[in-house]
């Protein structure tokens, strides 16, 4: 009889690509319910008796913290650290259960039972070189933090600057050529037809290689000098080993039996 | 040549909307052998000086000729045309700075449109749709119908 697999369908990127690998890897050997467990958890393990369940504390409730208490001992729960969590107390109840974690590298140190611990990923099937024809246009990633973004307002309209800027992902960020939100594929379209990529927060490095972009060096210049001074960072990761496919079965699968 | 102006709603206190039916009216008189129509829902205005045919906005659908558009709300209600042998859109305002939530694509549909020309309105207009999206076929200032006209050459 197959087991069965919980996961949680978490709104945060990373979840979401492991969880489609999860899904591509385990399909045939396991029954895979992807839900968003939230107020349904109790329920689904009643009446499926999931073998492996995957929550992440990004989203973490009362209602993760009570099946904690209740079922940690039955089933196998594997919980993914994402973000860094400030309350002590919840770390050490991790810590004292048998929960497996899953832990972005930044904050493995403080957990004792971490199966998996994962670094920068991206999407391979999303983010490649399409061999698209490029504009002659320049993207800005914007960073969420709007005072970050201040070191680019002099390459934008209305100031004078002789090539064509636009940016993205923040809404806060007042500009006329501020175009919007991506999602990763409209990311991708854009890194495949853009000139030029300025990435504030230093995230898409992976992604700017997959897709063959130019990537601006703005941690030694400003982005106006990077521009003029056509001052791109070499890009040379070996991308299979970012994948989110290859973590998973690497780090993950080793967890699950069949 | 079939050419068309799809308004939705005109309303006579509107100086565009004014400037639009004397374009129309001075269009017809530069080009009298066109078939010059205009898409229309609601009309509250009076002109009396009319030498354009008046349709409703449900025909534009089956209008095989040159349609041009004034807001993006008749472009999209226009996306699933398939008669318009081009959809020509004024640029009068920079919608996208209105609401940074909206998704890329969203924008990129409509200003990218391989079927959609556009004509910038003003100087601002004009850069930021260079900028960020594709020239302008024209820049036409106060529904300039001489320059309307040449345009049409263009098409």
């Given amino acids: ?258 | 040549m079939d050419i068309g102006f799809y308004i939705i709603n005109i309303d006579n206190k509107n100086e565009a909307d004014n400037k639009k039916l004397e374009c129309l009216n001075k269009l017809c008189e530069l080009r009298p052998y066109d078939n010059i129509a205009l898409f229309n829902s609601t009309f509250h205005a009076v002109d009396i000086k009319r030498k354009y045919y008046t349709l409703h906005i449900s025909e534009a659908k089956y209008f095989k000729g040159i349609l041009f558009f004034f807001d993006i709300k008749s472009i999209l209600l226009a996306r699933s045309f398939p008669a318009p042998k081009r959809k020509v859109l004024f640029l009068e305002n920079i919608d996208w700075q209105n609401d940074h939530r909206f998704p890329y694509t969203f924008w990129h549909n409509i200003y990218m449109n391989e079927d959609v020309e556009l004509i910038s309105t003003n100087k601002q207009v004009d850069d930021l749709c260079k900028i960020c999206w594709k020239n302008p076929l024209s820049h036409i200032e106060n529904y300039n119908c001489e320059e309307i006209s040449n345009v049409l050459q263009k098409l």
């Fill in chain 1, 1 to 258: 009889m197959k087991k069965t697999i919980l996961l949680h369908d978490a709104s945060n990127q990373t979840s979401k690509n492991i969880n489609k690998s999860m899904i591509d890897l385990t399909h045939e050997s396991h029954n895979i319910i992807l839900n968003t467990i939230h107020g349904n958890l109790f329920n689904i393990y009643q009446q499926h008796k999931p073998s492996y369940i995957f929550l992440n504390a990004s989203e973490y409730t009362q209602e993760f913290q009570d099946f904690l208490m209740d079922h940690a001992g039955d089933t196998n729960i594997f919980l993914f650290i994402e973000n860094n969590i400030d309350n002590k107390s919840l770390i050490e109840f991790w810590n004292s259960r048998p929960v497996k974690i899953i832990a972005n590298i930044q904050y493995k140190n403080l957990y004792n039972n971490c199966v998996a611990v994962y670094d920068k990923m991206y999407n391979e099937q999303i983010f490649n070189n399409k061999k698209l024809n490029r504009n002659d246009k320049i993207a800005v990633m914007l960073s969420s933090d709007n005072s970050k973004n201040n070191t680019i307002e002099e390459i934008l309209y209305p100031n004078n600057f002789d090539r064509k800027v636009v940016v993205f992902n923040n809404p806060e960020f007042q500009s006329p050529v501020n175009l919007g939100i991506l999602n990763a594929s409209d990311l991708s379209i854009v890194l495949n037809s853009f000139d030029g990529l300025i990435d504030i927060d230093q995230q898409l490095y992976l992604e700017a290689q997959a897709c063959n972009i130019k990537y601006y060096d703005i941690q030694t210049v400003n982005p106006k000098e990077a521009i003029i001074n056509n001052n791109f960072k070499t890009l040379n990761a070996n991308l299979n080993d970012y994948t989110y496919l290859k973590f998973t079965t690497e780090q993950i699968l080793p967890n699950i039996k069949a």
